[in-house]
């Protein structure tokens, strides 16, 4: 099974300000997503991000707004851009694919002030 | 109408009592996720099921694929075992894509 490092695991930030949020597996996965999950919704996926090549994002979500990087196969970022309240959530990464076992990262609980 | 539903959305139980949550779909599947998630955020992954029954320790899993209906059993619950449960079904129609339910919320009382 994969283990999954995940941080910062909460943050406070000021509107207008970027986070960056990593995550750290312990073996080399071909994909990685990122998901939201806003306060009292189920998780959405955000991105794949694969190595070598752009992020492949979900409908409503651009990458001026979260850029991803993949410069690895083990490892993975995902910033949140010029912040707004509406960005308080959880965000996860997961190595989870097709057909196979999910992990998930411990989630970063972000709240915009 | 979602493509996931799940049901209870919240539930209430004693400590000892045998627990049910059920997860129903609308689309071809490959595969489907019960989840874990914890007050902090983090969540992990219980069960990957296709068909079946699967069983890890006090948790049972079971698909019916005709159906399209999952259910994640908790036998002797305990108030560790609260926390919220998400189904998610790895949809294979219309391209890959993984539609998660909206979680049932468990609450286990002393």
């Known amino acids: 099974s994969a283990v999954i490092s995940q941080k910062p695991s909460r943050d406070i930030c000021q509107r207008g300000t970027s986070l960056t949020i990593q995550c750290q597996v312990d073996s080399q996965v071909t994909m990685m997503f990122w998901y939201r999950q806003q306060p009292g919704q189920s998780l959405t996926l955000i991105a794949t991000?694969?190595?070598?090549?752009?992020?492949?994002?979900e409908s409503g979500f651009v990458i001026d707004k979260f850029p991803i990087s993949r410069p690895n196969l083990t490892f993975s970022t995902l910033t949140v851009s010029n912040m707004s309240p509406e960005d308080s959530s959880i965000y996860l990464c997961?190595?989870?694919?097709?057909?196979?076992?999910?992990?998930f990262g411990q989630g970063t609980r972000l709240t915009v002030v | 109408k979602n493509e996931v539903e799940q049901s209870p959305q919240n539930l209430t139980a004693q400590e000892g009592e045998f627990i049910t949550i059920n997860c129903s779909y609308s689309?071809?599947?490959?595969?489907l996720h019960w989840l874990q998630q914890h007050p902090g955020g983090g969540i992990v992954s219980l069960f990957m099921?296709?068909?079946g029954k699967k069983k890890h320790g006090r948790l049972i899993a079971t698909i019916n694929i005709q159906e399209k209906h999952s259910s994640l059993h908790i036998t002797a619950s305990h108030p560790r075992d609260s926390a919220v449960y998400i189904c998610?079904?790895?949809?294979?129609?219309?391209?890959?894509?993984?539609?998660f339910g909206a979680g049932t919320r468990l609450f286990v009382k002393a």
């Open positions: 689309v071809g599947i490959s595969a």
């Open positions: 998610a079904a790895l949809k294979n129609t219309g391209g890959f894509k993984t539609i």
């Open positions: 991000a694969n190595q070598g090549s752009e992020a492949t994002y």
């Open positions: 997961s190595d989870g694919g097709l057909n196979t076992e999910a992990f």
């Open positions: 099921l296709s068909s």
